[in-house]
């Protein structure tokens, strides 16, 4: 098995992935699988009862790890990923935030962050 699941387990073991809407970060053309990003979206404010009453942007992840970009999700063994799709690996604590955010069908704004030897 190779492609996304071998890039999930090596480079980001214990997340999980998800690709973005394939039109997220058309200015980001310069990141690189393994790159680091925090996601923001606009999410539900919801009231005492779980109903929906406003909603505000804010992190639905945070140093996720990208595993796949537009320019290199053709893989030679598994063939083509989505074309134009960003593909990430966040936690799983963070699944419900980036899943919610995209079946609403929310615009995701993608920072991309340090590598870590520059914090």
Do not use: C, H, W
């Amino acid at each position: 098995k190779g492609g996304l699941s071998v890039r999930l387990a090596t480079m980001a073991p214990g997340r999980v992935a998800v690709d973005l809407p394939a039109d997220t970060a058309p200015g980001l053309t310069g990141v690189a699988i393994g790159d680091r990003v925090d996601l923001y979206s606009e999410m539900a404010v919801v009231d005492q009862t779980g109903k929906s009453v406003a909603s505000s942007v804010g992190p639905v992840a945070k140093g996720a790890v990208l595993i796949g970009t537009p320019n290199n999700n053709n893989d030679k063994q598994t063939g083509p990923v989505e074309k134009g799709a960003y593909i990430v690996a966040v936690s799983p604590d963070e699944q419900k935030n980036v899943a919610d955010s995209a079946v609403r069908g929310k615009k995701f704004t993608v920072f991309l962050l340090p590598s870590k030897g520059g914090q």
